[in-house]
């Protein structure tokens, strides 16, 4: 992974509404949740949701996918685990051997 995809992608995860979106799908599982319900979950106002949503996946975290009317956002696992690897991969090299 690039510093500047992870450092993206920590900066989105940095905002308490990406993140409790974020949280919300992972919670729901690699399905996710229509938009819907993750706005009736976090009351979130709806133009609002749709940005936040539209940032989390521009930084691959959250992809979406269209089933007739319904718009679902299903949380990245392999994004997420890119991350979490990529921030602990060097762990402890700095300690004297």
Do not use: W
């Not at 509404?17 to 399905?31: C, D, M, N, P």
């Not at 993750?38 to 996918?65: D, E, M």
């Not at 009317?69 to 991350?83: G, M, T």
Request: net charge positive; aromatic share 4%; charged share 20%.
């Amino acid at each position: 992974m690039e510093l500047d995809t992870a450092a993206k992608r920590c900066a989105e995860l940095g905002n308490t509404t990406r993140l409790s979106i974020f949280r919300l799908l992972v919670k729901a599982g690699k399905h996710g949740l229509p938009v819907g319900a993750i706005q009736k979950h976090l009351n979130i106002p709806g133009s609002t949701l749709s940005h936040h949503i539209q940032r989390l996946v521009q930084v691959g975290l959250v992809h979406q996918r269209r089933d007739s009317r319904i718009l679902h956002c299903e949380p990245q696992f392999d994004a997420i685990r890119e991350l979490a690897e990529y921030l602990i991969s060097e762990c402890c090299s700095l300690q004297p051997g």
